[in-house]
Nanobody, 118 residues
Framework: VQLQAYGGGLVQAGGSLRLSCEAS????????MAWFRQAPGKEREFVSH????????SYTDSVKGRFTISRDNGKNTVYLQMNSLKPEDTAVYYC????????????WGQGTQVTVSS
């Protein structure tokens, strides 16, 4: 599967952005989907994931209550709604897909830059 992430940009602190990640192919609903991010000089970190049906989500503590992950299996797309953005949210955001029955995220998008100014 190929993943294409988009929707990043420059926003002021307190603002919002919605990231989208569109997957190619016809097996999108068989993948757990996730968002990761990597800030300059830091390791890539997990942000959020959503199960195949979209009924179970998980978030890293720093984004709980501010970010919402969702998916539309009919459109082969996963979203990350980011509200109340903070400068520390500045990073390249990546979407990833984990095939059913596997423990690792095997497929990665190219990343989209999110910059939050103070």
């Amino acid at each position: 599967v190929q993943l294409q992430a988009y929707g990043g940009g420059l926003v002021q602190a307190g603002g919002s952005l919605r990231l989208s990640c569109e997957a190619s192919g016809d097996s999108f609903s068989s993948y757990r989907m996730a968002w990761f991010r990597q800030a300059p000089g830091k390791e890539r970190e997990f942000v959020s994931h959503i199960n195949r049906s979209g009924t179970i989500t998980s978030y890293t503590d720093s984004v709980k209550g501010r970010f919402t992950i969702s998916r539309d299996n009919g459109k082969n797309t996963v979203y990350l709604q980011m509200n109340s953005l903070k400068p520390e949210d500045t990073a390249v955001y990546y979407c990833a897909a984990r095939p059913f029955g596997q423990s690792d995220y095997s497929y990665w998008g190219q990343g989209t830059q999110v910059t939050v100014s103070s």
